[in-house]
Nanobody
Framework: QVELLESGGGLVQAGGSLRLSCAASGRARSTYVMGWFRQAPGKEREFVASISWSTGMSYYLDSVKGRFTISRDNAKSTVYLQMNSLKPEDTAVYYC?????????????????WGQGTQVTVSS
């Protein structure tokens, strides 16, 4: 069974940066893709980015392209989300998740394992 733990959230001013970490333990062989999602109050959970454990191929929500970078450290079983040029609209609880999809998934229903979330707040 896979357990995920997010960290690195906090309060920053617009234009600032944060790096989120997601430590995975007991990774199942069927977990091929890791993703980041976020959910703001009163809004639906949305896909932010994903990465393949094996190839490192990554995908992003259009609104974060050029600002966010997803990466992984296979030896540490850890996934990161580097967030630069943060905007107030990026404020949300950020979740990491694992998916059995082979290459790409942007649907929350395709992810089997979820962390507890970490709060990111961007002030104007």
């Amino acid at each position: 069974q896979v357990e995920l733990l997010e960290s690195g959230g906090g309060l920053v001013q617009a234009g600032g940066s944060l790096r989120l970490s997601c430590a995975a333990s007991g990774r199942a062989r069927s977990t091929y893709v890791m993703g980041w999602f976020r959910q703001a109050p009163g809004k639906e959970r949305e896909f932010v980015a994903s990465i393949s454990w094996s190839t490192g191929m990554s995908y992003y929500l259009d609104s974060v392209k050029g600002r966010f970078t997803i990466s992984r450290d296979n030896a540490k079983s850890t996934v990161y989300l580097q967030m630069n040029s943060l905007k107030p609209e990026d404020t949300a609880v950020y979740y990491c998740a694992g998916s059995p999809m082979r290459q790409y998934s942007r649907l929350s229903s395709e992810y089997d394992y979820w962390g507890q979330g970490t709060q990111v707040t961007v002030s104007s």
